[in-house]
């Protein structure tokens, strides 16, 4: 009798409970990444992470782990209050484009360069999705959404915020990265990524963002499969891939 | 155990720590500053936590993630930074979470100034964020209450779990006298904190939340939330009464500083033969509506007159109690001005000669 | 023999792993799930080659990827 093994699974760090997001959206692949990852390094039972406002607002429901829900933009705020006084747990915030770059603008700037030793996950879509497809921070010239119908006008709204860029402007030390998952190799590179700034927390090391080029395929208007291509023809154009800034000492 | 002679800031700072609390978020505002000041040296010799934050937007957030820890935390601020922690008592309480913030009120509203202030009682007793939600609300008008009701709090915030409010005003903060802490601080037993997040090791993921989608299951956390409020009004009425009894013509309702000055002016009315009384609220949420509507149902009483440092705010509490038995009148100075006994007295006597028909308050 | 196993529960109908399987052996069926959505669904068990990709992509962790025998990893992940 042939042996089964199981080479793919749901992670143990995800719920069985099917997520809201809609079909297509890569929420539910970063969700799993760093479900894996959590358990991969370990640190699953010890964990909290800090939900958001904006279509990841119920991540609560998705992880097996213990769970904060912030108000719109504060997660990092809550993250520092959290992490200050438990050192021994492990931190995350997972936060949308508005969330993070807009609202949220001045608390991750902060958490950022006071050099908190927790990691976030940031999902750029480039608009905002739980509201029902506003221009975000991180929406593209001429980029239609619903309050920029007529494509967004940079003269007016001035020209998309590269969140990694700017943090990576600070002195204090950080790990920035910033990666896709609109195909399989940019999700596997994605959970390396992720894998990384996770082991840096355990180390106790430093603050680390992974800055996530999404998917929205209903607010996009397109569907899932043509949502991936407009990602990798436009988004990763005018936001690059890459590791922007690491700790001393890091190959 | 001695007694140490303190600013105000610095005294309920370190009533704090006595309590436990050694984990602080702050932001610098006047005129609370000197809070922070002492804690920044003196939290390390206690091992707790310090730090100052960006915007008292993320103080207020700070606190909802610290306790989530389920330790003890706090913060102190003054009226606009107080507006700004809207959002997390809001937050904090629709989530179940204990906290303290002191509130050294100034002068409003906007940018006001920077001198003593009793306006913002409506925002620390009505809400002042959004929802059905109160907060626990103490005045001290002595240092020495101020230390007292301050490690109250902590003990309330945590009994409640719900966030609790010191309001001072900058005289509060600002003045020195003498002040004692007791030896270790005895509290009765509160129940495990096995809502904190500690992490899904052997037990299932908890989450600390204020999110109800359902609308049945939000309105069972807004009847659970007016459970504990309604709790808070049967056992958490403070008040004290000063030279209240059969001759008094007159019944001032005053809290805070503002409180001990009406005390100086009731006091040489008393050498000028003048019997007044003062009914003096410490829990202004929950406020001692049935108490002070006994008091002035006495039939000595001809006037109750409400002093507060604003333009007339618990006023409307007071009226509420009276429910129209007696008439109510109102003084008060804003701005930052601090009434002098002398005003206080002069007040007091207008309402006494005056031979027209009882008027109703100011507010009318 | 590489498998896999398919959630029908949580899939979703978005077709990202249809694209994404390199053997090119999966597509979407005629019939809906509970919830409404055409689900994905093997249609030449031979060709797998238990990749794991569709399972990657798979924004729903709907996908499970089993092998009988001996197994060759393509790729770290």
């Given at each position: 009798m042939?042996d089964t093994?199981?080479?793919?699974a749901?992670?143990e760090?995800?719920?069985d409970v099917v997520?809201?997001?809609?079909?297509?959206c890569?929420h539910g692949?970063?969700?799993?990444?760093?479900a894996e990852?959590?358990v991969e390094?370990?640190?699953r039972?010890?964990?909290?992470?800090?939900a958001?406002?904006?279509?990841s607002?119920?991540?609560?429901?998705?992880f097996n782990?213990?769970?904060l829900e912030s108000?719109?933009?504060r997660a990092?705020a809550?993250?520092?209050?959290?992490?200050r006084?438990?050192p021994?747990?492990?931190?995350f915030?997972?936060q949308?484009?508005g969330d993070?770059?807009?609202?949220g603008?001045?608390?991750?700037?902060?958490a950022?360069?006071r050099?908190?030793?927790?990691?976030?996950i940031?999902v750029?879509?480039a608009?905002?999705g739980?509201t029902?497809g506003?221009?975000?921070?991180?929406t593209?010239?001429?980029?239609?959404?619903s309050?920029?119908?007529?494509?967004?006008?940079?003269?007016?709204?001035?020209?998309?915020?590269?969140?990694?860029e700017?943090l990576s402007?600070?002195v204090?030390p950080?790990?920035?990265e910033?990666v896709?998952?609109?195909s399989?190799?940019?999700i596997?590179?994605?959970k390396?990524?992720?894998?990384k700034?996770f082991a840096?927390?355990?180390e106790?090391?430093c603050?680390?963002l992974i800055?996530?080029?999404?998917?929205?395929?209903?607010?996009w208007g397109?569907?899932p499969t043509?949502?991936?291509?407009?990602?990798?023809?436009?988004?990763?154009?005018?936001?690059?891939l890459?590791v922007?800034k690491q700790p001393e000492?890091m190959? | 155990?001695?007694?140490?002679?303190?600013k105000?800031?610095e005294a309920i700072a370190?009533?704090?720590l006595?309590?436990?609390a050694?984990?602080?978020?702050?932001?610098?505002?006047?005129p609370?500053t000197?809070?922070?000041?002492?804690?920044a040296?003196?939290?390390p010799?206690?091992g707790?936590?310090?730090?100052q934050?960006?915007?008292e937007i993320a103080?207020g957030?700070?606190?909802?993630g610290?306790?989530s820890?389920?330790?003890?935390v706090?913060?102190?601020?003054?009226?606009?930074?107080?507006?700004?922690?809207?959002e997390?008592?809001?937050?904090m309480a629709?989530?179940?979470l204990?906290c303290v913030?002191?509130n050294?009120?100034?002068g409003?509203?906007?940018?006001?100034g920077i001198?003593?202030?009793?306006?913002?009682y409506?925002?620390?007793?009505?809400?002042g964020?959004?929802?059905?939600y109160r907060?626990?609300?103490l005045?001290?008008?002595?240092?020495q209450?101020?230390v007292d009701l301050?490690m109250?709090?902590?003990?309330?915030a945590?009994?409640?779990?719900n966030?609790a409010?010191?309001i001072?005003?900058?005289m509060?903060?600002?003045?020195?006298?003498?002040?004692?802490f007791?030896?270790s601080?005895?509290?009765?037993?509160?129940?495990?904190?096995t809502?904190?997040a500690?992490g899904?090791?052997g037990r299932?993921?908890l989450?600390?939340k204020?999110l109800f989608l359902d609308?049945?299951?939000?309105?069972q956390?807004?009847?659970?939330?007016?459970?504990?409020?309604?709790?808070?009004?049967?056992e958490?009425?403070?008040f004290?009464?000063?030279?209240?009894?059969a001759?008094?013509r007159?019944?001032?309702?005053?809290?805070?500083?503002?409180?001990?000055?009406?005390q100086?002016?009731i006091?040489a009315?008393?050498g000028?033969g003048?019997s007044?009384?003062?009914f003096?609220?410490?829990?202004?949420?929950?406020?001692?509506?049935?108490?002070l509507?006994?008091e002035?149902?006495r039939a000595?009483?001809?006037?109750v007159?409400?002093?507060?440092?604003s333009m007339?705010?618990m006023l409307?509490d007071?009226?509420?109690?009276v429910?129209e038995?007696k008439?109510v009148?109102?003084?008060?100075r804003?701005?930052?001005?601090?009434?002098?006994p002398e005003?206080v007295?002069?007040?007091t006597?207008?309402?006494l000669?005056t031979?027209?028909?009882?008027r109703?308050?100011?507010k009318? | 023999?590489?498998?896999i196993?398919?959630d029908?529960?949580?899939c979703?109908g978005?077709?990202?792993?249809?694209?994404a399987?390199?053997?090119k052996?999966?597509s979407?069926?005629?019939?809906?799930?509970?919830r409404g959505y055409?689900y994905?669904?093997?249609?030449d068990?031979?060709?797998?080659?238990?990749c794991?990709i569709?399972?990657?992509t798979?924004?729903?962790?709907a996908i499970?990827?089993h092998?009988?025998?001996q197994?060759?990893?393509l790729?770290e992940?």
């Amino acid at each position: 009798m042939q042996d089964t093994n199981t080479t793919f699974a749901r992670p143990e760090g995800l719920t069985d409970v099917v997520t809201h997001y809609c079909p297509g959206c890569t929420h539910g692949v970063i969700h799993r990444l760093v479900a894996e990852v959590l358990v991969e390094l370990g640190l699953r039972e010890r964990t909290v992470g800090v939900a958001p406002v904006g279509c990841s607002v119920l991540a609560y429901n998705y992880f097996n782990t213990d769970f904060l829900e912030s108000p719109h933009g504060r997660a990092p705020a809550l993250a520092t209050g959290f992490k200050r006084l438990r050192p021994d747990m492990i931190v995350f915030t997972y936060q949308g484009d508005g969330d993070l770059a807009s609202i949220g603008m001045a608390e991750i700037i902060h958490a950022a360069n006071r050099g908190e030793k927790f990691t976030t996950i940031f999902v750029n879509n480039a608009i905002y999705g739980m509201t029902g497809g506003q221009m975000a921070p991180t929406t593209l010239p001429g980029q239609v959404t619903s309050t920029c119908p007529f494509g967004r006008d940079t003269q007016v709204t001035g020209m998309p915020i590269r969140v990694v860029e700017l943090l990576s402007s600070l002195v204090t030390p950080s790990y920035l990265e910033r990666v896709a998952v609109h195909s399989p190799a940019h999700i596997v590179r994605a959970k390396q990524a992720i894998k990384k700034a996770f082991a840096l927390q355990k180390e106790g090391r430093c603050f680390s963002l992974i800055e996530v080029l999404s998917t929205c395929p209903t607010n996009w208007g397109i569907t899932p499969t043509e949502a991936t291509q407009w990602l990798d023809a436009n988004l990763k154009a005018y936001f690059p891939l890459g590791v922007f800034k690491q700790p001393e000492g890091m190959k | 155990m001695a007694k140490i002679l303190m600013k105000g800031n610095e005294a309920i700072a370190e009533a704090a720590l006595r309590a436990g609390a050694t984990n602080y978020f702050c932001y610098p505002i006047t005129p609370q500053t000197e809070v922070a000041e002492y804690l920044a040296k003196r939290m390390p010799e206690v091992g707790g936590v310090f730090l100052q934050a960006e915007s008292e937007i993320a103080v207020g957030n700070m606190l909802f993630g610290a306790a989530s820890t389920g330790k003890r935390v706090f913060t102190s601020s003054s009226s606009p930074g107080i507006s700004l922690m809207q959002e997390s008592l809001s937050y904090m309480a629709g989530a179940h979470l204990p906290c303290v913030i002191l509130n050294i009120m100034r002068g409003g509203p906007g940018l006001g100034g920077i001198l003593p202030a009793q306006s913002d009682y409506f925002q620390a007793t009505k809400g002042g964020g959004h929802g059905d939600y109160r907060v626990l609300v103490l005045a001290p008008s002595t240092l020495q209450e101020a230390v007292d009701l301050t490690m109250l709090a902590f003990h309330l915030a945590d009994k409640y779990r719900n966030p609790a409010m010191i309001i001072g005003d900058g005289m509060t903060g600002q003045m020195m006298e003498p002040v004692e802490f007791p030896e270790s601080f005895v509290e009765s037993e509160l129940p495990a904190k096995t809502w904190a997040a500690t992490g899904a090791s052997g037990r299932k993921p908890l989450v600390i939340k204020s999110l109800f989608l359902d609308p049945l299951a939000l309105e069972q956390n807004n009847i659970a939330l007016k459970e504990k409020y309604d709790q808070m009004q049967r056992e958490e009425v403070r008040f004290e009464l000063y030279k209240i009894n059969a001759k008094n013509r007159i019944l001032i309702v005053s809290y805070g500083t503002m409180a001990r000055i009406c005390q100086t002016a009731i006091d040489a009315l008393e050498g000028e033969g003048i019997s007044v009384g003062l009914f003096r609220p410490i829990s202004v949420f929950p406020f001692p509506h049935s108490q002070l509507r006994e008091e002035i149902s006495r039939a000595n009483v001809e006037t109750v007159l409400t002093i507060e440092m604003s333009m007339g705010q618990m006023l409307e509490d007071v009226e509420r109690a009276v429910a129209e038995r007696k008439p109510v009148r109102f003084f008060g100075r804003t701005g930052g001005i601090v009434p002098s006994p002398e005003e206080v007295m002069e007040e007091t006597r207008k309402l006494l000669d005056t031979k027209a028909a009882p008027r109703r308050s100011r507010k009318a | 023999m590489p498998g896999i196993v398919i959630d029908k529960n949580h899939c979703k109908g978005c077709e990202l792993c249809v694209k994404a399987c390199p053997q090119k052996i999966l597509s979407m069926s005629r019939e809906i799930t509970l919830r409404g959505y055409f689900y994905a669904q093997m249609h030449d068990r031979s060709r797998c080659i238990g990749c794991r990709i569709c399972a990657i992509t798979c924004p729903d962790a709907a996908i499970s990827v089993h092998h009988h025998g001996q197994m060759y990893v393509l790729f770290e992940y």
